[in-house]
């Protein structure tokens, strides 16, 4: 995950502030709910927050659908 810091955040958002300050206000509101859903895609796209779990319990219940994991088992 890319991380910047709060000062480039910062300026981005007054940059794009002052880019859209510009626009007549339906392109401001039209311009502001692309952002927003763009922003909507990019958070399902790269869920890094629950895709770490789902993928474990969906290995868990091939496992289990598979009866069990054959490699740690010692006869």
């Excluded at 810091?5 to 300026?11: D, I, K, L």
């Excluded at 779990?53 to 006869?75: K, Q, V």
Aim: proline share 4%; glycine share 6%.
């Amino acid at each position: 995950m890319l991380r910047t810091t709060r000062t480039a955040r910062r300026g981005r958002a007054a940059v794009t502030w002052l880019a859209e300050w510009r626009l007549p206000a339906g392109e401001r509101r039209a311009a502001r709910a692309e952002r927003a859903t763009l922003r909507m895609l990019s958070l399902e796209r790269d869920n890094t927050k629950h895709t770490p779990w789902a993928r474990a319990a969906a290995l868990e219940a091939e496992r289990r659908r598979d009866g069990g994991c054959l490699l740690l088992w010692d006869p």
